[in-house]
């Protein structure tokens, strides 16, 4: 009997014991370091434009502090105006990769021999701040100001290259594979929305519109303006934003089957 006693007290030490265990109090930290970056066009210092989701820059840190084979920490993307910021880091040395409508910074060969790495290893602690300098495909601007009649905006819109056609062949050609439709020119957009952020990601789809070209059927009109009008009929009295961007039949990262666009300045328009 004693015997079933000592044993019965054993086990309720032993669950007493496990349950304080339980309702430990985490005394581990929580993340509190802060990355700010931005991404500009190396050479006009101007930053690169985007969308504010997974088509526009995609920004993925790899924390190298806890050694080889380890994970990334999980993606997130750029602002619109080319900038980002992650608030809840922990402290430790970070390889830092930014992915978008650029010659990518990291460029190897089918084989997985390195061709370029322009990504940044760096320790995050406090405020820590980067800057990448890339080499964007395609620069869009509106030219002029837009017109609107009767709850249609028109716009005039000119693509110009960011990179010339050598040097895009010269950095994505040894990567393999190797098209000369990736160059191409395959569709502008015009997104109007009610949002400052006006993207792919905030349009409204009743009023945006695009042009699609097949094959190398825009390169005559590389550095022409083209024209191009909203969809539907805009409510009168409203105050939009519109924002033109344009691509080309180019992945990046290679493979993923995301063809990121390059964007013009957001453009605020009163309907009358």
């Given at each position: 009997?004693?015997?079933?006693?000592?044993?019965?007290?054993?086990?309720?030490?032993?669950?007493?014991?496990?349950?304080?265990?339980?309702?430990?109090?985490?005394?581990?930290?929580?993340?509190?370091?802060?990355?700010?970056?931005?991404?500009?066009?190396?050479?006009?210092?101007?930053?690169?434009?985007?969308?504010?989701?997974?088509?526009?820059?995609?920004?993925?840190?790899?924390?190298?502090?806890?050694?080889?084979?380890?994970?990334?920490?999980?993606?997130?993307?750029?602002?619109?105006?080319?900038?980002?910021?992650?608030?809840?880091?922990?402290?430790?040395?970070?390889?830092?990769?930014?992915?978008?409508?650029?010659?990518?910074?990291?460029?190897?060969?089918?084989?997985?021999?390195?061709?370029?790495?322009?990504?940044?290893e760096m320790e995050i602690k406090g405020v820590t701040e980067v800057r990448f300098e890339v080499e964007p495909f395609l620069n869009v601007e509106f030219v002029g100001d837009p017109m609107v009649s009767n709850g249609?905006?028109?716009?005039?819109?000119?693509?110009?290259?960011?990179?010339?056609?050598?040097?895009?062949?010269?950095?994505?050609?040894?990567?393999?594979?190797?098209?000369?439709?990736?160059?191409?020119?395959?569709?502008?957009?015009?997104?109007?929305?009610?949002?400052?952020?006006?993207?792919?990601?905030?349009?409204?789809?009743?009023?945006?519109?695009?042009?699609?070209?097949?094959?190398?059927?825009?390169?005559?009109?590389?550095?022409?303006?083209?024209?191009?009008?909203?969809?539907?009929?805009?409510?009168?009295?409203?105050?939009?934003?519109?924002?033109?961007?344009?691509?080309?039949?180019?992945?990046?990262?290679?493979?993923?089957?995301?063809?990121?666009?390059?964007?013009?300045?957001?453009?605020?328009?009163?309907?009358?």
């Amino acid at each position: 009997m004693k015997k079933i006693l000592l044993h019965t007290l054993a086990c309720c030490a032993s669950l007493a014991l496990c349950s304080c265990e339980l309702f430990e109090v985490d005394n581990y930290e929580a993340p509190g370091e802060t990355l700010r970056g931005e991404v500009v066009d190396k050479a006009t210092g101007n930053p690169v434009l985007t969308d504010q989701g997974s088509e526009g820059i995609r920004v993925r840190l790899t924390e190298l502090s806890w050694g080889p084979n380890v994970q990334p920490n999980p993606d997130f993307y750029c602002r619109p105006d080319g900038t980002f910021q992650n608030t809840k880091l922990f402290k430790g040395t970070y390889l830092i990769e930014v992915d978008g409508p650029f010659i990518p910074l990291i460029r190897e060969t089918e084989e997985g021999i390195p061709l370029a790495d322009e990504s940044k290893e760096m320790e995050i602690k406090g405020v820590t701040e980067v800057r990448f300098e890339v080499e964007p495909f395609l620069n869009v601007e509106f030219v002029g100001d837009p017109m609107v009649s009767n709850g249609k905006i028109t716009a005039r819109v000119r693509v110009t290259r960011g990179v010339s056609e050598e040097i895009f062949r010269e950095k994505i050609e040894p990567m393999g594979s190797y098209d000369d439709s990736f160059q191409n020119v395959t569709d502008i957009q015009l997104f109007v929305s009610y949002s400052s952020t006006v993207g792919y990601r905030a349009r409204d789809e009743r009023w945006s519109n695009k042009i699609e070209y097949s094959g190398s059927e825009f390169e005559s009109l590389l550095g022409e303006p083209v024209t191009i009008k909203s969809l539907g009929t805009i409510p009168s009295g409203r105050k939009v934003f519109i924002r033109a961007a344009a691509r080309i039949n180019y992945d990046t990262p290679k493979g993923s089957g995301t063809r990121r666009w390059n964007y013009s300045e957001p453009v605020e328009v009163m309907i009358p």
